[in-house]
Nanobody
Framework: QVQLVESGGGLVQAGSSLRLSCATS????????MAWFRQAPGKEREFVAV????????DYADSVKGRFTISRDNAKNTVNLQMNSLKPEDTAVYYC????????????????WGQGTQVTVSS
């Protein structure tokens, strides 16, 4: 069992940056691949970024490549999402997720989820 708590969301203007963090507790953090997903109103939850246990493998949705960076600090049991050049279409609730084993871009592959943090980007 692992608990996930996101923070760092907010209201920003287009072109700005935000850094989301996800603090974890419970089982050994390095057992998990960690990911960020997001869900906009009226839309399905979608993949944003994922990182494997040691940070050696990362993957991103095409819509955020070159703008977002996922990272993890295994000493602090946290995973972060640095979001630059934000666009109004990035507006969504962002969720942190954890799964044992290799990375996945599918929501059904994840066993644990945080409560989400709202990101709103104004034009």
């Amino acid at each position: 069992q692992v608990q996930l708590v996101e923070s760092g969301g907010g209201l920003v203007q287009a072109g700005s940056s935000l850094r989301l963090s996800c603090a974890t507790s419970g089982r050994t953090f390095t057992d998990y691949s960690m990911a960020w997903f997001r869900q906009a109103p009226g839309k399905e939850r979608e993949f944003v970024a994922v990182i494997n246990w040691n940070g050696g493998i990362r993957d991103y949705a095409d819509s955020v490549k070159g703008r977002f960076t996922i990272s993890r600090d295994n000493a602090k049991n946290t995973v972060n999402l640095q979001m630059n050049s934000l666009k109004p279409e990035d507006t969504a609730v962002y969720y942190c997720a954890a799964r044992v084993g290799t990375i996945s871009a599918y929501t059904f592959g994840y066993d644990y989820w945080g409560q989400g943090t709202q990101v709103t980007v104004s034009s």
